[in-house]
């Protein structure tokens, strides 16, 4: 069963999270109940797939054998060769999952989700290398953590500091009336966003573009259609997942961040990727952008520092579009907003010296329809339709 994709998946979790509710507005605290509630969702969810279930069981145990067995040697030592194979490791997973399909072994390993749970691993071990995680993490509470299953298929990515500090406290009557409430009115809105705008999109008109006979001019208009829509459609269906994985979050009184804050009004392509899928976004940010410039500029062997800047960007985006999938069309849309980042760091540099685009209402209604526009042709990228 795919999360948040059937009603019986809704009804389920509903009738599991009823002694959650009534304990939350009680003031009570109800931590073991809910991991015994991720037990039995994750058991539902991976039922139907044994190489599925296997392949989780054997990812969990070897991610916490790497971040607590790592924990506890960086508290000795602090070895860079050790902490670069603890990542290699923590890595491995993934990257078989995705070699695996290119040698024709589709399904000798992988489960709905591996991408998230290694995202959540990945950072434990960089930030226990930073000196930030330090305390000994509970086995449940990291399992907690790893397995939490409304976002454990997609997303959001919760980093555990945040993840620990809401699961220690347990709210009053008055907070979890609120995260209740939020919680609710979340679970709506991806109801409209998933079941109904991004249905009628899909239905009313992908399914029908660029190939509509009906369609003038076809196949240009077709395509220009296609493009816009498919744009809405990914993000209604996608912020629709988001908006019922943290609304469950908040009911189950883990304030899971935000994933999207309206990215289609972003002003430059900076802005978009600080509103589209921003746990990812902030992650590849933190994780791979600042330690490579970091990186960089200590070892000084490019002094120029917008040329770190930008061979940070192109590897920033290569490596989240070849996450997508080893195809042309998700490693093109990586190099796409490699490009439109750098062009823009270039012209945001040079204006400030020559004025050119005066900040006022006006040009920001421009810059948000410009950048609208850029963004859209980079979905169509990413939809795959150029290489059919």
């Known amino acids: ?98 070699v695996f399909p290119l040698i024709g072994l589709n399904h000798l390993f992988g489960f709905l989700g591996i991408s998230y749970l290694t995202f959540k691993a990945v950072q434990m071990v960089i930030e226990t290398r930073d000196g930030l995680i330090k305390a000994d993490i509970p086995l449940l509470d990291l399992l907690y953590f790893l397995l939490f299953f409304p976002t454990v298929s997609s997303g959001p990515i919760d980093r555990w500091r945040r993840f620990e500090k809401d699961h220690l406290t347990t709210p009053t009557k008055e907070q979890y009336r609120e995260y209740l409430y939020l919680g609710i009115n979340k679970v709506f809105r991806g109801f409209l966003y998933k079941f109904i705008i991004a249905y009628l999109i899909h239905h009313y008109l992908i399914t029908y573009l660029p190939a509509n006979p009906f369609v003038p001019l076809r196949p240009i208009v077709g395509h220009i259609l296609y493009m816009y829509s498919y744009s809405l459609y990914l993000f209604f269906d996608f912020a629709g997942y988001s908006a019922f994985a ?100 270039f012209f945001d540099r040079w204006n400030r010296k020559r004025k050119f685009w005066p900040k006022n209402k006006i040009t920001h209604v421009i810059s948000v329809i410009i950048t609208f526009h850029f963004i859209c042709f980079g979905f169509y990228i990413f939809s795959g339709i150029l290489f059919r």
């Open 246 to 345: 943290i609304g469950i979050s908040y009911i189950m009184g883990i304030k899971t961040p935000e994933n999207f804050n309206l990215p289609f009004i972003s002003r430059n392509i900076k802005d978009f990727w600080n509103r589209w899928h921003m746990t990812l976004s902030f992650w590849f940010r933190d994780y791979v952008y600042m330690r490579f410039v970091f990186w960089m500029t200590k070892k000084k062997w490019i002094k120029n520092r917008y040329t770190v800047s930008n061979i940070g960007y192109v590897l920033l985006f290569l490596i989240m579009g070849v996450w997508h999938g080893i195809a042309p069309q998700y490693i093109i849309y990586g190099l796409y907003h490699a490009l439109l980042i750098i062009s823009f760091d």
């Open 1 to 98: 069963m795919i999360p948040y994709e059937s009603f019986i998946f809704f009804f389920i979790v509903a009738l599991l999270l009823v002694p959650t509710i009534v304990l939350g507005l009680k003031g009570k605290t109800s931590k073991a109940y809910n991991m015994f509630v991720t037990l039995v969702v994750l058991a539902i969810v991976f039922s139907s797939s044994l190489v599925g279930t296997i392949s989780l069981l054997v990812f969990t145990i070897w991610q916490v054998v790497l971040i607590k067995g790592y924990l506890s040697y960086r508290k000795q030592k602090n070895s860079t060769f050790v902490f670069c194979v603890a990542m290699a490791a923590s890595i491995l997973p993934l990257v078989l999952v995705k």
